[in-house]
Structure formats: structure tokens, C-alpha cells
């Protein structure tokens, strides 16, 4: 089976410069996006593809749980010579795929995905998977036309792992103006959430907040995170590597909630064993859903790095009230 995903702070890092390729291999992120389409003028493609290329055959850095590459749009007509170089790079898990407007442009990424590398396939037998992870496509989804067609793109591609909301340029196809409150993306943020979740993708990726500076944009990206966490993101686009932390922090379980979910699993099956449906916590009634909302919590916070063991350990007594 594949490893589990998790991607709280998905960075996007310049594909054009080798100096930030190199420093790339000191950051501690779950998800480094290394970016050929905005951050690569057009003359400089072919350079930043080879570039990337080498990079990533190169051995792992320890801290980057997830190496991906952001091609360039099917529609720029770049993506097929985009594939085809870094394809070839042993250390590439996943595919960023910029201006998904329809299932088709999600077709074609996966024919060559598939064509270039079989063995990487979801579906390819499980002793397969002991050598070869499956490659996992995200798609950006940044136009009216991208939220109108979420369903046929959510199922276009075994590959597709997660989608994430481009702001800006929906902004731009809207003819919308960003403001503080992102309520002019409210429909949009929702929906794409609903969307990953109703396909069962792993990740929800929300939009990149450009305030980074200093305390007011600390500030700005935690009440971002705060917001997308509460739509049903679950991690968010970064911009600069000062970002990252927070965004791990806030797209993780807090410890407070860690115990309260192991607490409720270690209660609820005793209660099972009682033949009790539902039962009471700390006053307040636990049933199948805030149940089902528990084990997530133990789940993700294992992925996150908690000592899950310990806290089970701790509250191997509770019962169920």
C-alpha cells in the first residue's frame, strides 16, 4: 500500500535557480512543490527543466516528506516536454497541475504518467509498491470553469491525491479584489473541500496568503489557516519558507485534542464491549459520528509525529461515563 499523505504546508520552491534548489535541501516541509510555471520565464524552461531533473536524482533531503514538481498548464502547450523530463527523476512523488479546467487536462497528464512509468501506477500489485510508491497527481483549481466541472475532475485520474484553491488566479477570472475577510471566496473554498471530501482525496490545499512579513502576517496566516481549517482544508499553500512552520502547527491536532480523541477511542470500545451506542464523556454524549471524528483525530495526529502510544498508555483506564 501507499504511504499515507499529509500535506499541512505544501511550499512552492523556484525551479529556475539552483540556489534555491540547493537551499531547499534544509527545510523541514511536508510538501515541496518545485515550481516551472510562474517562477520560470519562457526562455528559461528548457534550462529549469534539465536543472530539476538533476536535482531530483540527487539523494533525498531528510527534511521533505513529499518532492513535487508544478508543470506548466496542459493548455500552454509545455507540459508534455515538462513530463517527459521529470519523469525521468527517481526522487519524484507527485505532480502539481496548474489551471485543471476539465477532466480532459487531468486525462492527458495521466496517459503520460502511465506511459513513462507503469510500474507507478495506484492500482500496480502491492509487492510492486515495495519499490515503487505510486505517483500522485494535485490539481490547482483556479476558474469559474474548474469549479463548475469539480465532480468530473475529482474522478478523472487514479492518480489524483488532492486538489488545491489557486486564489489569485481565480481572483483574476472573476474580476474579484482579495480582501482581508476572503469572503469573496467563500463558495469557491467550500466547494472544492466538499468536493476532495465527497471523492475521498486526501488532500484539501487552500490558498496561498501573501501577507508574510513581520507580526501582522504571522498574524494574517494564522487566521487564514484558522478559516481554511474550518471550511475542511486541511493544509494550505506557502509562499516562503517562514510560513511553513505555523501551518503545520495550526493544520495539526493540538494536543488538546490528540488526548480528548484517544480518550474517546480507548472509551468507546469498552462501551462496545458494554453494548452501549452511545455514551457520555465529561457531561457531554459520545455517539457513532463524534466517534468516527476521533479516530481521524488519532490517525492524523500519528502522522503528525505524536507519541499516539504514550497518550494510549496514559488513558488505558478511562470509561465510558
Known amino acids: 500500500m501507499a504511504a499515507p499523505v499529509i500535506r499541512r504546508a505544501l511550499l512552492y520552491v523556484p525551479g529556475s535557480s539552483k540556489k534555491f534548489l540547493e537551499k531547499s535541501r534544509g527545510l523541514n516541509v511536508d510538501c515541496a512543490a518545485y515550481d516551472l510555471e510562474d517562477s520560470v520565464t519562457l526562455g528559461k524552461k528548457a534550462e529549469a527543466r534539465s536543472a530539476l531533473r538533476q536535482f531530483l536524482e540527487q539523494p533525498r533531503p531528510s527534511g521533505i516528506r513529499e518532492m513535487a514538481v508544478r508543470i506548466n498548464s496542459v493548455d500552454s502547450g509545455l507540459a508534455l516536454a515538462d513530463l517527459t523530463e521529470v519523469l525521468q527523476a527517481p526522487n519524484l512523488d507527485a505532480i502539481v497541475v496548474p489551471k485543471v479546467n476539465s477532466a480532459s487536462d487531468l486525462h492527458f497528464v495521466t496517459d503520460v504518467i502511465r506511459g513513462a512509468l507503469p510500474e507507478r501506477h495506484p492500482y500496480t500489485p502491492s509487492s510492486s509498491h515495495q519499490q515503487h510508491q505510486p505517483l500522485r497527481i494535485i490539481a490547482l483549481i483556479e476558474s469559474a470553469r474548474a469549479l463548475s466541472n469539480l465532480s468530473e475532475i475529482c474522478k478523472a485520474s487514479p492518480y489524483l491525491s488532492g486538489l488545491v484553491f489557486a486564489a489569485e488566479d481565480f481572483a483574476l477570472d472573476l474580476s474579484l479584489t482579495r480582501t482581508p475577510s476572503l469572503t469573496e471566496f467563500l463558495f469557491a473554498r467550500s466547494a472544492i473541500a466538499t468536493a ?126
Open 196 to 321: 476532495a471530501r465527497a471523492h475521498d482525496l486526501p488532500s484539501t490545499i487552500d490558498l496561498v496568503c501573501t501577507a508574510y512579513k513581520g507580526e501582522e502576517g504571522r498574524k494574517r496566516l494564522e487566521e487564514e489557516c484558522i478559516s481554511g481549517k474550518g471550511l475542511g482544508f486541511n493544509g494550505k499553500q506557502c509562499i516562503h519558507p517562514t510560513q511553513v512552520e505555523a501551518c503545520q502547527q495550526l493544520y495539526s491536532p493540538s494536543k488538546e485534542e490528540a488526548e480528548w480523541a484517544v480518550r474517546v477511542v480507548i472509551a468507546d470500545k469498552k462501551a462496545d464491549q458494554q453494548g452501549r451506542g452511545a455514551w457520555t464523556l465529561d457531561g457531554k454524549m459520545i455517539d457513532v459520528p463524534v466517534v468516527g471524528k476521533a479516530k481521524a483525530i488519532v490517525a492524523k495526529a500519528e502522522l503528525c509525529g505524536f507519541d499516539v502510544d504514550e497518550l494510549r498508555q496514559k488513558w488505558a483506564l478511562q470509561e465510558p461515563e
